[in-house]
């Protein structure tokens, strides 16, 4: 009896260190929040065939809901094409691909901009408040303020 209790002792004893390990491990890979005006990437070859071949697989099968025999009969679709039925969905992908490149110039020109311009929106801001407040000391006599300028 001793010996099934060591035994059922051993294992609670690595859960607790599996527990106090995966607690560990996630602090430090907290990601920042994703933006949500990132262009999305594009879809590659086989997802744009995958987008034609759902609607044509949905009509010749109206009574299957399985997302996973969609999947799996596409992918075994996909395997036996050749690279001549394959290259009009690789050209759409391409295409896919130049218009998301561009979008992303766009993207991180923005970026870019957008961190420099908030900057200068936040020191407008705080100009315009410090003349706003000058004006009113202005009204109220307050000239020692402006000496300090």
Do not use: C, I
């Not at 859960?15 to 990437?41: F, I, V």
């Not at 109206?62 to 679709?77: I, M």
């Amino acid at each position: 009896m001793k010996g099934g209790k060591s035994r059922a002792a051993a294992p609670k004893r690595t859960d607790t260190k599996l527990k106090t390990k995966s607690a560990g491990a996630s602090k430090p890979a907290k990601k920042a929040g994703k933006d949500p005006n990132k262009p999305k990437r594009p879809a590659s070859a086989f997802f744009v065939f995958m987008e034609e071949f759902r609607e044509k697989y949905k009509k010749d099968h109206p009574n299957n809901k399985s997302v996973a025999a969609v999947g799996k009969a596409g992918g075994e679709k996909w395997k036996s094409l050749s690279d001549a039925e394959k290259a009009p969905y690789q050209a759409k992908a391409e295409k896919r691909k130049v218009e998301y490149n561009k979008n992303m110039d766009v993207y991180n020109k923005k970026q870019a901009e957008g961190d420099n311009g908030a900057e200068e929106e936040e020191s407008d801001k705080s100009k315009s408040e410090v003349n706003d407040e000058d004006e009113d000391d202005d009204e109220s006599g307050g000239e020692d303020e402006d000496d300090e300028e």
